[in-house]
Structure formats: structure tokens, C-alpha cells
């Protein structure tokens, strides 16, 4: 009853205004002979008061104010909502209430405009039947299972009650499913279906309940491309348990010390912050809030293990707080009072400690800690709490490239593989690893590595978080982050909080980052996700980008990660503020990494069967998430290098119960071996790609089509290969500044048509993703021979 009453105070009289706001006040103002305005009536809002106990809400409950039924105790304090007009809120406050705003009348006010606008849009979008395109219509074999996979989108599918349903023949009866919408920061991407079937129907058909429908002819996904066939020599599997940061790169420095003629170590020049800590320890009790934090200056394995603090009860009485250093040792005398008891704060001994023992500690607040409670007596070691073994060097780690190649001196096209950003993607070193060996084991025997070998310049970097990757294996297996403390002298660098220092590697880059406004990074130092304190902060971070300028040749990368099964490619990030990405790749340039996922999932599907799922295929934030600040977007942005991400480990399907269950981070060795295979087949299906677009001399050819349209042409280019058009419509020869022919839509492959409505002259060219351009045109170099079309309308 009480909570019925309060809904109709709010929206009794918002409900008047929605009225006014959808055209009612029209016959309002129409009506001139109104003498007195109506009386305008009292507002409410719903606010949260706070109580020091019970008995002033029971004084609160007499006094009539409208209280929701909602009674919470936090922090030691009792907190009661409640919808109050403007004259009780004043009361309130002159009673000495602390009070807070939940919700005002404005706000619902806008909440209810919101909603007007979409009853308003979806009227629009669903007055007409909806048209439907079906982007991808696919079938493939995977893990002993064969899949319906139908990707969907209505140019009506931003409203919820628009619903696509597939429907296909299968031996001769008909099925069918509903599709599932697919959004992401409140933008509708696609609608789709992933079904396992018994036959692979012919066609499939898509029906919305707005009226639209059309049909597709199903096709294979992955699988249609053929793998080389390998020598019967080809020997591969050269990885036989998880490896650690320092096996990794002992393992790349004995491949090159043994094959001297094909490989050659590179050093990176940023050396990590090191697989160290400073020797921490806390003092006191959070409980009484007498608990301060104690670091050493020096790190855990220099000295800082060997501090110890002792805190002791002098028996004199009334003596005061006194500290002296001895070695490694700091001897706190605590204050007393007259009967001889103890009475030093943390606070006290805080401030004391970095007075007189500064050199060899700090002492900080601590988590959740006042610091001013009693201290207790006591004795206190402080440790780094690290547990490697001493095969793990606490220094700053060097990091370290495996170049690969016949020819190592910048003339042959260069591509980068680099894995373990995150630390506890175990998986990921394997990859490299086992392609290295791959790479330099089947040489002497293999056309197809030779090949490989001998054209491209290849760097693989297995480890670009060595210090976490330590940390993963001997202290805590979920580590994502570098090691890097930027908390400490917070009350967030307090031991308790130590598993989630760092910086991610992967939002640590400067295009599209956090500090620019992207989305899917944090600045808190604490967050898993945290960008650093700025755009490449960190030596991992800026060895990658070191790597890249050193090596101009380089065009092609992949950023090896795990888990979930994923191919993707750039942008990888949007602002949340209207789902506004990194610029996308031309319609010319997505072809191709469309094509070159043909060639590389084939790879991946040779090992044992393993499809990666085309809704697991794409631009990063159409498949994934948007990950701001990450290392292919600059990559790609800033260097123009195809930069495409793995995520190993697919899902597994268990055809018992229909599920597909995630292998997570770090699986049994067994199927982590079983990922590293299919991925380093992929990884060398990378490579291939590389190759193939080094050797491409030929250039695209391109057509215009035109078609009626109601006021003038719709025209749209077809190229012979992927290509990207440039073009122009001022009659002025096409340049590389030229405006170029973009994707239509999200998760589309077709180019967008452009629409002419007066006479008008059309001159372009197009030019493939290895640099080729249509008729040997060169907008500097060779200006003649670009493509001329004149529309005329009359
Ligand atoms: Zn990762």
C-alpha cells in the first residue's frame, strides 16, 4: 500500500507533463481567456536519510514523513529511504537530518522523454515491413559436429520486438530457430544463430515478424582453402610442458645459437621492472584500526627480506615513543602512560618509523585502516613474499626477439608474432614456440618452410610479459598484469592488495587509449584492466613499438593471446559515448582480412578439426569487446602494419548435452599442447599470407556499376581482388587524400554505393593490399591512367 503510494506521488503529476510535452498544450494555449495560471503543486523527490540508530527512526516514523520500505544498515549507520516534498526536505535539514538525493522529479522527467523518443522510433522503424540481409549464411564440421551458423541483420533490429526467425529444409522437413540480437554499448550489431544439424541444407530463409524476408545459399565456413601438403618429413609438437618466461627465452637462445645461418637473437634495449618486490609487512590490527603498512627501501631480494620491526612496551612509565635503527632492525619503544600501559598509535609509529628509520623503510597507511588505534606490542618480519625459485633472476629481465630468416638485413618482407601480454595465458609462449622450432627444424627438408624462410623476415617475441609470467607460474596463476607498483604510498600498495598491482600490456598503447577517451581500460592501479599512469609507460610496451620502428619491414603481426577461440583484426576500440570506433579499415582493406582468414583458420582447422566460429572472426569490438589503449591498434594505426589478435582455445563442444565449454586460462596440459598446435598451424598459415602478398605483382582491376535509383544512380564498385577504391567526384585526378570506398555497415563485406542525383564525373582507381594499383596508375609518380566514368542526369 505505503509503496503504491509513493509511485503515484512521483509520477502523478510527471504524467501532466508527458501530456504536455506529446501536443496536448496546443489546446491548452488555444484557449487565450485563462486569467490566473493554475497553482503550480509541490515537487517530491526520493532521498536517502541517514540515522544514528533506532530510536531516531522510530522518531522519524511518528513524525509521518513517507518512508519506502527499505531499511539498510552500512557502515554503522541506518539508512532509510524516502519521498519528501521540498517543505519536508527543508524540514529535514533544519532537524539536523543527513540527507541524499536518490532520484528527483527531473530526472524521471527525463527518463520518461527518453522512452518517448524510442515509442516514437520504433513506430517509425516497424511502419513498413523490415528489410532483411543475411550476412553470412555458413556450415562447418567441427570437433566431430556439424553447425548451422546464420548471421542476420533488419534495418528495423534496434527495437526489441523485432524478431528474426531461420527456417531451412533438413531431409525433407522443415526447421526452424530464432535468431539471437546481438548489441554491444547499446548498439545493435547483428542478429544470429549457431545450430548444430544433421545435413547441411541447401538455403536457408529469414523471416522477421515485420513482413521482411529473403533467402541465402549456404556455404562452407573455413575448410575450403587447401592446406600444403606437408613433406613426410615434416616434423613438429617440440613442446612438452607449460615453459615460463626464462625456459621460453633459454629455448629461442639455443635455436639461434644452433642455427646460426637462419636465426639470430634480438635484444631489446627496455629491460623490465624485474620479477621483484619491495619486503612488505603490516603492524598493528585492522580491527582496532591500529594497522599501518611497512615497506623497505630496498627490494625484497637486496636486503629488504632481512628487516625486521620490534615493537616493544618500555617498562618505565609515562616514557615516550621512541625509534632507533639497528642494522636491519628497527627497534620501536611505545609510548606509555602513567599506570605503564601502551598508548602509541599507528599513526604515532607511522610518523616515527619515517622520522628516524626512513633509509631503511617507509611506513604508509594501511588498507582500511584510520591508523589511530593503540598498536599492540610485536615483532615484525618483512618479506617480498616472491616464491620463485633462485632459477628466476630478481633483476630488471632482458627481453628477448628470435629473428628468423635467410636474408636478416631489412630486404625481405618482416612479420611479428608476439604472445603473453597476459601473464597467465600459458599457452601463448607455447605458440611461439613451437612455430620457431617449426620454422628451423623442417628447413633442410621442407619446400614450404624453406620457402618461407628463406623470403620473409620473421621476429618472434614468446614472452612480452617475462616478470608476470613469473609471478603466474610461482605465485599467483591469475596474474594478467606486468608487475609494475603504481599504488604504493597508497593505501591500495598495503600487501593485502599486492595481486592486483601492474599495468596491463595490453591497454598500455597510445592510439585509442583510456587517456584519449576509448573505452575498456581503467586509470585505477588496482584495476585489471589498468592502463598505467600514461600512454606507454612501461619498458614491455615500448619494446614492442621499438621492435616496429627498427624494423620498417615489418607488415604483418599477430598478438597471441588465450582464451575462447577468436581471429580479429582492427579497430579494436570505441568510445562508449555513441559506440564511435578507431576509423575502420576501407571496404578494400576488410576484404582482405577477410580473405587472409580463409588461408589461416584453414590452418588452424588441420590440426584436429578445430573451427574457429565465424561470430569468434572480426574486427575486435564487433566480436570481442572494445579494448582501448591495446598494442595492434598501433600496430595498425600508427604503422600501417596488418595487425590481427589470436585468442587460443576454442571452446570445446560436448555434443551430450549441446554445451560448448570454455578451456579457461591455463587447461591440462594435454589440451594446452592440442591449442599450441593448431595455433602455431596458424600462426605458419600467417606467414604464408605474408608471403603471398609479397609476391603479389598483380594489380586489381575495378569496374563501376550503376543502377536506377528514384532521383538519379546508385553506383557502386566490384574489383577484381581486394582492393580499395579512391575516387572523386569533382572532375579532379584521384589521390591517396581522395575519399575511398568504406564497409556499408557493421559486420558487412560489401563497399558502401554511392548516390549520384546530378550529372556528374566520376574518376578512380583501386589498389590492392600489397601496393598494386589498377593500369600502373601512381597518383605521383604516374598520373595518367585512372579510371574516368561520366554519369549524366538530366
Ligand atoms: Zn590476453
Redesign the pocket.
Known amino acids: 500500500m505505503r509503496k503504491l503510494r509513493v509511485f503515484s506521488k512521483i509520477f502523478a503529476p510527471i504524467c501532466v507533463s508527458a501530456l504536455l510535452l506529446t501536443g496536448f498544450n496546443g489546446s491548452l494555449a488555444a484557449a487565450s481567456t485563462v486569467v490566473n495560471p493554475p497553482i503550480a503543486e509541490e515537487k517530491a523527490t526520493l532521498v536517502t536519510i541517514y540515522l544514528k540508530d533506532k530510536k531516531s527512526l522510530d522518531k522519524l516514523v511518528n513524525e509521518g514523513f513517507d518512508l519506502v520500505e527499505h531499511v539498510h544498515e552500512q557502515n554503522g549507520k541506518l539508512e532509510i529511504d524516502a519521498v519528501v516534498t521540498d517543505r519536508e526536505l527543508q524540514q529535514l535539514k533544519e532537524k539536523g537530518y543527513q540527507v541524499e538525493t536518490v532520484t528527483t522529479q527531473e530526472q524521471v522527467q527525463n527518463i520518461l522523454i527518453q522512452r518517448q523518443q524510442k515509442v516514437e522510433e520504433e513506430a517509425k522503424l516497424t511502419a513498413a515491413a523490415d528489410e532483411i540481409k543475411i550476412l553470412r549464411a555458413n556450415y562447418f564440421e567441427s570437433q566431430k559436429e556439424t553447425f548451422l551458423y546464420i548471421e542476420a541483420k533488419s534495418n528495423a533490429g534496434t527495437v526489441a520486438s523485432v524478431i528474426l526467425n531461420a527456417s531451412w529444409k533438413e531431409k525433407g522437413t522443415s526447421q526452424t530457430a530464432t535468431l539471437q540480437k546481438v548489441e554491444d554499448a547499446g548498439a545493435y550489431l547483428y542478429h544470429s544463430l549457431l545450430i548444430p544439424v544433421e545435413k547441411v541444407p541447401n538455403e536457408v530463409t529469414v523471416t522477421s515478424n515485420q513482413g521482411g524476408k529473403t533467402a541465402k545459399k549456404v556455404t562452407e565456413w573455413v575448410g575450403g582453402g587447401k592446406p600444403d601438403k606437408r613433406n613426410k618429413h615434416y616434423v613438429s609438437d617440440f613442446v612438452d610442458h607449460y615453459m615460463n618466461p626464462t625456459e621460453v627465452t633459454d629455448r629461442i637462445e639455443a635455436l639461434a645459437k644452433e642455427f646460426p645461418k637462419l636465426a639470430e637473437v634480438v635484444e631489446m634495449p627496455n629491460k623490465t621492472n624485474g620479477y621483484r618486490r619491495k619486503a612488505q609487512n603490516i603492524a598493528g590490527k585492522k580491527e582496532n584500526h591500529s594497522s599501518i603498512v611497512i615497506s623497505s627501501k630496498a627490494w625484497g631480494h637486496e636486503g629488504g627480506n632481512d628487516v625486521m620491526i620490534e615493537l616493544a612496551k618500555p617498562s618505565e612509565k609515562g616514557a615516550p615513543l621512541k625509534v632507533t635503527v639497528d642494522g636491519s632492525k628497527v627497534n620501536v619503544s611505545l609510548a606509555t602512560d602513567e599506570s605503564g600501559q601502551a598508548i602509541s598509535t599507528g599513526n604515532q609509529v607511522k610518523e616515527a618509523i619515517n622520522q628516524t628509520a626512513g633509509s631503511l623503510v617507509t611506513a604508509s597507511k594501511a588498507y582500511q585502516s584510520t591508523g589511530n588505534g593503540v598498536i599492540a606490542p610485536q615483532t615484525v618480519k618483512l618479506t617480498d613474499s616472491l616464491n620463485a625459485p633462485a632459477t628466476v633472476s630478481r633483476d630488471p629481465f632482458a627481453m628477448k626477439a628470435l629473428r628468423i630468416g635467410k636474408q636478416r638485413d631489412g630486404s625481405k618482407l618482416g612479420v611479428l608474432a608476439y604472445s603473453q601480454?597476459?601473464a597467465?595465458?600459458w599457452v601463448?609462449p607455447l605458440v611461439s614456440v613451437e612455430t620457431a622450432e617449426r620454422l628451423l627444424r623442417n628447413y633442410a627438408t621442407d619446400k614450404g618452410t624453406r620457402n618461407l624462410v628463406d623470403n620473409l623476415d620473421i621476429f618472434i617475441v614468446p614472452t612480452v610479459n617475462p616478470d608476470g609470467g613469473h609471478y603466474s607460474f610461482y605465485d599467483y596463476n591469475m596474474q594478467?598484469k606486468n608487475m609494475t607498483n603504481y599504488c604504493e604510498g597508497t593505501e591500495y600498495g598495503d600487501p593485502s592488495i599486492r595481486n592486483s598491482w601492474g599495468v596491463d600490456l595490453?591497454r598500455n598503447h597510445e592510439i585509442g587509449s583510456v587517456y584519449d577517451g576509448y573505452s575498456g581500460a581503467s586509470t585505477s592501479c588496482t584495476s585489471g584492466s589498468f592502463a598505467g599512469p600514461e600512454e606507454v609507460s612501461e619498458p614491455e610496451a615500448k619494446n614492442l613499438i621499438w621492435l616496429a620502428d627498427q624494423n620498417a619491414n615489418i607488415k604483418f603481426a599477430m598478438n597471441i593471446?588465450?582464451y575462447g577461440g577468436y581471429f580479429m583484426w582492427p579497430p579494436g576500440a570505441y568510445k562508449a559515448e555513441g559506440r564511435e570506433t578507431l576509423p575502420r579499415p576501407t571496404a578494400g582493406q576488410e576484404a582482405y582480412f577477410w580473405a587472409a582468414s580463409n588461408t589461416i583458420l584453414d590452418e588452424i582447422k588441420n590440426h584436429r578439426g578445430t573451427v574457429i566460429l565465424p561470430s569468434r572472426t572480426g574486427p575486435v569490438p564487433d566480436v570481442l569487446y572494445s579494448a582501448a589503449g591495446n598494442s595492434a591498434d598501433a600496430l595498425w594505426y600508427k604503422k600501417g602494419i596488418y595487425a590481427w589478435d589470436f585468442?587460443v582455445g576454442a571452446d570445446l563442444y560436448d555434443a551430450a548435452t549441446g554445451k560448448w565449454q570454455p578451456v579457461g586460462f591455463q587447461p591440462e596440459f594435454k589440451e594446452g599442447h592440442e591449442e599450441a598446435m593448431e595455433f602455431s598451424n596458424g600462426l605458419i598459415g600467417m606467414l604464408k599470407v605474408a608471403n603471398d602478398y609479397q609476391k603479389d605483382k598483380k594489380a586489381p582491376a575495378s569496374k563501376l556499376v550503376k543502377k536506377k535509383a528514384t532521383n538519379g544512380f546508385e553506383v557502386e564498385f566490384t574489383t577484381s581482388e581486394p582492393a580499395t577504391v579512391y575516387y572523386t567526384l569533382d572532375g579532379s585526378r584521384p589521390t591517396f587524400q581522395s575519399p575511398t570506398i568504406n564497409l556499408r555497415g557493421i559486420r558487412e563485406t560489401d563497399g558502401e554505393k554511392l548516390s549520384i542525383t546530378r550529372s556528374t564525373v566520376i574518376n578512380w582507381f583501386s589498389m590492392d593490399a600489397s601496393g598494386n594499383i589498377e593500369k600502373n596508375y601512381h597518383p605521383d609518380t604516374n598520373p595518367k591512367k585512372y579510371n574516368s566514368e561520366v554519369i549524366k542526369i538530366k
Open positions: 601480454e597476459h597467465r595465458e601463448t594478467r595490453n593471446h588465450s585468442e
